[in-house]
């Protein structure tokens, strides 16, 4: 089992920064890829960025260049640097765990981002 905290969700103007934190605990390996998802109003939940073994990183087009995920492995936690934010960045944004070589996934309660124009 992994549980999964996010923190760092808060309202900001266009243009502004915003630094997500998400602390993983229960059985972890840094073998195992963790992520950040965001979920709009009436939108489906789409992926942000994820981090793999030996740091590998992949992101969305709409965020290359903007956000940066990062990964402390002997403190179990996943960060997210978002710049330039747009207000399109709005949503609520979602940890994920998701074990190597299997199918589980484990998700944090998520952290609303909002981004004013």
């Known amino acids: 089992q992994v549980q999964l905290v996010e923190s760092g969700g808060d309202l900001v103007q266009a243009g502004g920064s915003l630094r997500l934190s998400c602390v993983a605990s229960?059985?972890?390996?840094?073998?195992?890829?963790m992520g950040w998802y965001r979920q709009a109003p009436g939108k489906q939940r789409e992926l942000v960025a994820a981090?793999?073994?030996?740091?590998?990183?992949n992101y969305a087009d709409s965020v290359k260049g903007r956000f940066t995920i990062s990964r402390d492995n002997a403190k179990n936690t996943v960060y997210l640097q978002m710049n330039s934010l747009k207000p399109e960045d709005t949503a609520v944004y979602y940890c994920?765990?998701?074990?190597?070589?299997?199918?589980?996934?484990?998700w944090g309660q998520g952290t609303q981002v909002t981004v004013s124009s």
């Open positions: 981090i793999r073994s030996g740091n590998s990183t």
């Open positions: 229960g059985t972890i390996r840094s073998i195992d890829t």
């Open positions: 994920n765990y998701h074990r190597a070589f299997s199918t589980f996934d484990y």
